[in-house]
């Protein structure tokens, strides 16, 4: 069984710039997430999809980040414009279902640099 | 909402010696608590989980126990090996939604 994708692995862009990352989640998985993982932290979670829905995007600054699932399968999450403090790694992960017993399987991320 | 508390951030082992890393949370209304183990450059992989309604589980070398009358849960590792070396995570889940929140992680280094 294939895993989570993601790309690119790294990017590095300027402040005030914009960049977009891009995940498949596993085939059949309805539920997707995107975290950011700033370095020495856990992984926060920015926003989760239900299928092609939103279910919980409170903790995603709306100002600058914004993501969409169309078709209820691949998503793209966008940052524009861009600030130093938005370096980390973002994780995309994907379940079955919603929450437990519905195992979250993370993608191997994207380490964004912003200079 | 809910916070988790991780300790030690850094723990250094001899091989075939045990470790342990804690975690506390602060909803009494969460009740999942899984443990990832993250690899240099790789996502979070789940090695074990616990729910609620149960006050040990175990697999293999791993083992977690959960107290939730002191809100406190614990990932044993028993005769460590050098690819246990890896960060772990904790995290805490409690609404239906299932939005799990993370502990900082646990550095782990396991030396031959």
């Known amino acids: 069984e294939a895993g989570v994708a993601q790309s690119p692995r790294y990017k590095i862009i300027e402040k005030r710039q914009s960049v977009a990352f891009w995940c498949n989640p596993i085939?059949?998985?309805?539920?997707l997430y995107w975290y950011q993982q700033i370095l020495g932290q856990g992984p926060k979670l920015l926003i989760q999809?239900?299928?092609?829905?939103?279910?919980?995007d409170s903790q995603l600054p709306k100002d600058r980040f914004s993501a969409e699932r169309l078709k209820g399968v691949d998503s793209t999450l966008k940052i524009q414009p861009a600030k130093l403090e938005d370096s980390a790694v973002y994780l995309c992960?994907?379940?079955?279902?919603?929450?437990?017993?519905?195992?979250?399987?993370f993608g191997p991320g994207t380490r964004l640099t912003v200079t | 909402g809910e916070n988790v508390e991780q300790h030690p951030s850094t723990l250094s082992v001899q091989e075939g010696d045990s470790a342990v890393i804690k975690c506390t949370y602060s909803?009494?209304?969460?009740?999942?608590f899984p443990w990832y183990k993250q690899e240099l450059g790789k996502g979070p992989q789940l090695i074990i989980d616990?729910?609620?309604?149960?006050g040990e589980k175990k697999d293999q070398r791993i083992a977690v126990t959960l107290n939730k009358t002191a809100k406190h849960f614990s990932l044993h590792i028993t005769e460590t090996q050098p690819e246990d070396s890896a960060v772990y995570f904790c995290?805490?889940?409690?609404?239906?939604?299932?939005?799990?929140?993370f502990g900082k992680g646990t550095k782990l280094s396991v030396k031959p």
């Open positions: 999809f239900q299928n092609n829905g939103v279910v919980d």
């Open positions: 616990i729910r609620s309604n149960v």
């Open positions: 992960a994907s379940s079955l279902g919603l929450g437990p017993p519905y195992e979250q399987y």
């Open positions: 909803d009494s209304a969460s009740n999942y």
């Open positions: 995290a805490a889940s409690g609404g239906s939604q299932g939005n799990l929140i």
């Open positions: 085939s059949g998985h309805a539920t």
